[in-house]
Structure formats: structure tokens, C-alpha cells
């Protein structure tokens, strides 16, 4: 039986945006948690795409068959120092972004999944001295048979 990688979506989203996203905004920095590692907030790069593991759910168990729904946040970074109180703009390019993103994982199916990805409830966006962070969720089904 072929081992699997819990942590492989990670790499496989990244790969995907950066196939989706290429050549769509100028600078677009695709960023897994190693990148993030240890940034504080006037080192945020921007704009930037963000993959985070959220977490996982067992969705059943039956002896050493488990499936689990797996859930990735993919935020959407921007900053505007130029309009810091209003937030307008940064707001308005993080949501061209995640329209973006949206579009190109809404339904794929990542090699390692059971199944596509599909949108989940995220947490709310958040502005702060000219970063806005807008977060989406994805969340899809893996399959872990331990052997027999």
C-alpha cells in the first residue's frame, strides 16, 4: 500500500494558483506555510496568496478505513498605505484576487483528494494598516487506510 502524504494538498494548491494565476497580477507572491514562518505584518509581502492548513474532521471510520475532510485556507493578501483609513483600494484588489482564486480551485480536483475541492465557511476579512487579508476555505475528502 502507497503511504500518504497528509500534508501534500499544501504543495498541490500552491502549484495549481501558481498555474492559474501566472501573469494575472504583477509581483503575486504564492506563499505555504514554511514562507510564512516567522513574518510579521510590515514584512508581508503583497500582493500575496497564502495557503494555511485549518485543519481536519473525521467524516467516518470503519476498522482501518478512515475519510477525512481536510480544510485549507487560501488568503488573499493586499496593502495600500496611500489609503490606510478607507482600505478601499486594498479591499477592491483583494477582491479581484480571490475572485481569481475562487475560480481556479472552485471543483478541482487535487492528485491527492478524494475528492474536488469545494468552497467552505471562512473567517471574516480583516484590514489593518494598509493590509487587507481576505480568507477563503477549501476543504476536501482523503481517504487513509492504515495496513492490514
Known amino acids: 500500500m502507497a503511504s500518504v502524504d497528509f500534508w501534500a494538498l499544501e504543495a498541490e494548491l ?6 492559474s494565476l501566472s501573469g494575472t497580477q504583477p509581483g503575486l507572491h ?9 513574518v510579521t505584518e510590515e514584512r508581508q509581502l503583497s500582493p500575496a496568496v ?3 492548513y485549518q485543519g481536519y474532521q473525521v ?8 475519510r477525512l475532510q481536510q480544510t485549507w485556507l487560501v488568503v488573499v493578501a493586499t496593502r495600500n498605505v496611500r489609503a490606510l483609513k478607507a482600505g478601499a483600494e486594498a479591499g ?17 480536483q487535487p492528485p ?7 468552497l467552505s465557511a471562512a473567517p471574516g476579512p480583516r484590514f489593518q494598516a494598509g493590509h487587507q487579508y481576505l480568507p477563503l476555505a477549501f476543504s476536501t475528502e482523503l481517504v487513509l487506510k492504515a495496513p492490514t
Open 14 to 19: 500552491l502549484e495549481r494558483l501558481r498555474a
Open 30 to 38: 504564492l506563499l505555504g506555510a514554511a514562507d510564512l514562518a516567522g
Open 50 to 52: 497564502h495557503v494555511i
Open 59 to 66: 467524516l467516518e471510520q470503519r476498522g482501518k478505513v478512515a
Open 92 to 108: 477592491g484588489r483583494a477582491g479581484l484576487l480571490a475572485g481569481q482564486v475562487m475560480q481556479a480551485l472552485m471543483g478541482w
Open 112 to 118: 491527492s483528494a478524494a475528492k474536488p475541492l469545494a
